[in-house]
């Protein structure tokens, strides 16, 4: 068992910027890649960005290219999502993931956190 915790969200203006962080627990964190993505009201849960165990690779949507950066820190258990230039349509619940293998897939992702709110105002 892999337990998660995501923390960073907030009410922010658009421009502004926000770092989430996932906190794990449990198993080995740095045999797992990790997995953000979000979840609008009325909308499907999306993906957002994706790091491999090692940290070597990352992955992102079309739609935050550019402007969030994903990274981990094995040493202390967690992974980041550095989000800049924040837009009204990051608003969503982000949530961190973990899997065996880097995806965009939710559905290969077999740890899942809570979720942290995120809300940009225009």
């Known amino acids: 068992q892999v337990q998660l915790v995501e923390s960073g969200g907030g009410l922010v203006q658009a421009g502004d910027s926000l770092r989430l962080s996932c906190a794990a627990s449990?198993?080995?964190?740095?045999?797992?890649?990790m997995g953000w993505f979000r979840q609008a009201p009325g909308k499907e849960r999306e993906f957002v960005a994706a790091?491999?165990?090692?940290?070597?690779?990352?992955y992102y949507a079309n739609s935050v290219e550019g402007r969030f950066t994903i990274s981990r820190d094995n040493a202390k258990n967690t992974v980041y999502l550095q989000m800049n230039n924040l837009k009204p349509e990051d608003t969503a619940v982000y949530h961190c993931?973990?899997?065996?293998?880097?995806?965009?897939?939710?559905?290969?992702?077999?740890?899942w956190g809570q979720g942290t709110q995120v809300t940009v105002s225009s």
């Open positions: 993931a973990a899997s065996q293998v880097v995806a965009g897939d939710p559905l290969l992702y077999d740890y």
């Open positions: 449990g198993r080995t964190f740095s045999s797992y890649a």
């Open positions: 790091i491999s165990w090692s940290g070597g690779g990352t």
